[in-house]
């Protein structure tokens, strides 16, 4: 129905209305304010009949999608943490993988997918610090 990056767009252009409409009123948390059956109804109508796993799958392969254009562009995978491509946050996103992996949190399929790029979490080799 609707992909994830449609989605991220959205809520930004709802965010920042004000920036495009000069009689927009801005946006505030009280004015977000959903009741539990809004936010469910909401919700049904962004995944349509995907899972939420499906949806958090998809976002993952995105964040996976720009690592390898980064391991293109770069020849490694030392992403920075703050490090941005296209307005997405790939150095937040490697951060959290790293972070799900050291706490044994990270799927197994997701881990494989990773190391079959090659060396994503220790980077002594660069002179960085052994991660895990």
């Given at each position: 129905?609707?992909?994830?990056?449609?989605?991220?767009?959205?809520?930004?252009?709802?965010?920042?209305?004000?920036?495009?409409?000069?009689?927009?009123?801005?946006?505030?948390?009280?004015?977000?304010?959903?009741?539990?059956?809004?936010?469910?109804?909401?919700?049904?109508?962004?995944?349509?009949?995907?899972?939420?796993?499906?949806?958090?799958?998809?976002?993952?392969?995105?964040?996976?999608?720009?690592?390898?254009?980064?391991?293109?562009?770069?020849?490694?995978?030392?992403?920075?943490?703050?490090?941005?491509?296209?307005?997405?946050?790939l150095g937040g996103w490697m951060f959290r993988q790293r972070e799900n992996k050291?706490?044994?949190?990270?799927?197994?399929?997701?881990?494989?997918?990773?190391?079959?790029?090659?060396?994503?979490?220790?980077?002594?080799?660069?002179?960085?610090?052994?991660?895990?």
């Amino acid at each position: 129905m609707f992909s994830t990056k449609s989605i991220v767009i959205l809520f930004t252009l709802i965010a920042s209305a004000s920036a495009f409409c000069p009689t927009a009123k801005p946006v505030s948390a009280t004015s977000l304010s959903l009741t539990r059956k809004e936010k469910e109804n909401l919700w049904d109508k962004i995944i349509g009949d995907r899972t939420s796993k499906q949806v958090i799958d998809e976002k993952w392969d995105v964040g996976f999608e720009q690592l390898i254009e980064f391991q293109g562009l770069k020849g490694n995978l030392m992403v920075p943490q703050n490090y941005k491509v296209n307005d997405y946050k790939l150095g937040g996103w490697m951060f959290r993988q790293r972070e799900n992996k050291r706490q044994g949190k990270l799927d197994e399929d997701k881990e494989k997918k990773l190391d079959d790029l090659g060396n994503w979490c220790d980077f002594t080799e660069f002179g960085g610090p052994a991660m895990y």
